[in-house]
């Protein structure tokens, strides 16, 4: 299996390592008795009810903040009105673990396909709910390889689509008839 080294955005966020979380905290799973590859199929199924279709999950290794976290790049396509799919990618990466336990590593790595299966049952939920909402939109691939997520959150380009700054607001009302 081929690992891979993605760069990393540059506003990454600070995590736990995986034996300090809590679930009080906000954190799942970390408790979780189900497998990687039974995860692994939740996940795909979650995806195809919000239309999607996974064609692979790769696995690797991420460099976080000079923590190595194990991980998965899930690969997956979206129909566009059935003449071609469109697709996208989201990266997973485990909670680090202190030392090299191999249980340790494999329980974090569960632990992130679990919230990530919730999450993205979460999302149907919101498609439901939202009109218009396009709940794969953000890890869509854009022609140079990125996802829409990382243009908005890495490009300059983005920040046209950003609500203007706080000096640039008008002052107004909402009048119902």
Not at 65 to 82: C, L, P, V
């Amino acid at each position: 299996m081929r690992k891979f080294i993605p760069e990393q955005p540059q506003k990454a966020v600070k995590v736990p390592f995986y034996e300090d979380v809590k679930g009080d905290a906000g954190w799942q799973g970390h408790r979780t008795r189900k497998t990687v590859e039974g995860l692994k199929a939740e996940i795909a199924s979650a995806v195809g009810r919000l239309g999607g279709i996974v064609s692979g999950f790769q696995r690797g290794v991420f460099n976080i903040d000079g923590n190595k976290r194990e991980g998965f790049q899930i690969h997956y396509a979206i129909e566009d009105q059935g003449e071609r799919y469109l697709p996208g990618r989201l990266d997973v990466a485990a909670l680090p673990v202190r030392g090299s336990s191999r249980k340790a590593q494999d329980d974090s790595l569960a632990m992130a396909l679990y919230m990530v299966r919730e999450a993205i049952n979460g999302l149907w939920f919101l498609q439901q709910l939202s009109p218009g909402y396009a709940p794969l939109m953000p890890w869509m691939l854009t022609p140079g390889g990125e996802t829409v997520s990382q243009l908005w959150a890495e490009s300059s380009v983005m920040n046209n689509l950003l609500p203007p700054s706080q000096s640039e607001f008008v002052e107004g009302e909402v009048v119902e008839k």
